[in-house]
């Protein structure tokens, strides 16, 4: 059996359980969802067993009970197949009034008509993403997210890491069965992933007969438009181009499926009371779980990324907010960007549960980073109250510290949550 590799996800489930009666897992396929539950469950159902899944499902209609015995923690690994668990379950957590009964792993969004109660105050929700460059070891974690929102801003560390391992680390992805493949095996693991995708996933999660090619080429716009607001109508132009005919509702019919799959992750827009009459843009960022997905509908690799330092800007920013998403949900935050219409913006807007945040700007290499904290210094000024805890630029450098205007620059292969 394989070393589990330890994950950020692994305490924040644990705490959990000792809130909760049960606790839903979701994320894209091949993440890692099922192994980490396994490192706490103490009886395993299967619901997607090849030989027994029909027979489950049906069961799940007849005798729902019968599936939910067993010790417990009990893991119910695609608990989507059967809705009806959803429910049992949670009538199961009132008549035992206890914690810690059931870990549920999907990864699918649930049609929510097929259950008659959402679980609040007895099933937490977790959305787990593939690894972070942390918990591949990628990064040192000689600087901790939670210590920059304590207050220590006295940074000081050296990155392991240059330009050609990020861009190894981007077109790699964070899948842990792609951490100790070769390059070349990992890129076609991700290209079958990708091809899965289009070709049934598309059209499983509810029956409706989406065309491969077309998945395909949205996702190849989404591609070349990552880390921007790019609009439907420039995907629309885009598929135009390729010959594709589609209007806007299907379109965004395509990609709230992609988004039920959990292969597209939009960043939001953050908006507060700001000392300025410039109108907050509230248009999402176009990002995916994991940048290797649009590095490999891109073709990207080595050669090509450095010819092409624009696309590789994108890309890195990418997977820079994956890694806060992940460590941000470790200390109880979520990560956001901002962007008004005079074009003043942040790239991520980290805001915690207790109202602090922190700002940051991302920039590959060195040669922007000035113009990053003035940017950042800008925004501060024009927060009425509350302000942000730290201003950051995060970068694909080696030298972490603290500027002179108190700004500080961090490489994110020195980040931790």
Request: proline share 2%.
């Amino acid at each position: 059996m394989k070393e589990y590799l330890k994950r950020t996800i692994d305490d924040v489930l644990k705490e959990e359980l000792e809130a909760f009666g049960a606790v839903l897992i979701t994320g894209p396929k091949w993440c890692g969802k099922t192994t980490t539950a396994f490192q706490i469950a103490k009886s395993t159902l299967f619901m997607h067993d090849p030989n027994l899944k029909d027979n489950l499902i049906e069961l799940a209609k007849l005798n729902v009970n019968e599936l939910l015995k067993g010790d417990k923690p009990r893991l119910i690994d695609e608990w989507q197949s059967a809705p009806e668990l959803w429910d049992a379950i949670r009538f199961d957590i009132d008549q035992k009034g206890e914690e810690g009964l059931y870990i549920l792993t999907g990864s699918t969004i649930v049609d929510e008509s097929k259950i008659s109660h959402s679980g609040a105050g007895r099933i937490s929700r977790l959305n787990m993403r593939t690894m972070s460059l942390y918990e591949t070891s990628h990064s040192n974690g000689a600087i901790s997210l939670s210590n920059l929102f304590d207050g220590e801003h006295n940074i000081s560390s050296q990155s392991k890491l240059g330009l050609e391992e990020y861009i190894d680390l981007i077109i790699r992805g964070g899948w842990p069965n792609t951490i100790n493949k070769s390059l070349n095996i990992a890129i076609r693991q991700i290209k079958g992933y990708v091809d899965i995708v289009c070709k049934s996933d598309i059209r499983e999660i509810d029956g409706v007969q989406r065309d491969e090619i077309k998945t395909k080429a949205i996702l190849k716009s989404l591609s070349r438009h990552i880390s921007t607001s790019a609009a439907y109508t420039t995907i629309l132009a885009d598929l135009k181009e390729n010959d594709i005919s589609m209007d806007i509702d299907t379109l965004r019919n395509y990609i709230n499926v992609l988004k039920k799959l959990y292969i597209i992750e939009d960043l939001p827009a953050w908006s507060t009371k700001l000392r300025s009459k410039s109108v907050i843009r509230l248009k999402n960022k176009r990002h995916f779980v994991d940048p290797a997905i649009g590095a490999s509908l891109l073709n990207a690799n080595r050669k090509n990324l450095l010819g092409d330092l624009n696309t590789l800007g994108f890309l890195f920013e990418s997977l820079v907010i994956r890694d806060l998403r992940i460590y941000s949900q470790y200390i109880d935050g979520n990560v956001s960007h901002y962007r008004d219409s005079s074009g003043l913006e942040a790239d991520a807007v980290i805001q915690l549960d207790d109202g602090r945040w922190g700002a940051i700007e991302v920039k590959l290499g060195l040669q922007h980073v000035d113009d990053a904290a003035r940017n950042l210094i800008k925004l501060e000024k024009l927060v009425k109250k509350n302000k942000p805890t730290f201003l950051a630029v995060i970068t694909g450098t080696k030298y972490a510290y603290k500027r002179e205007d108190g700004v500080l620059v961090i490489p994110i292969g020195c980040l931790r949550p």
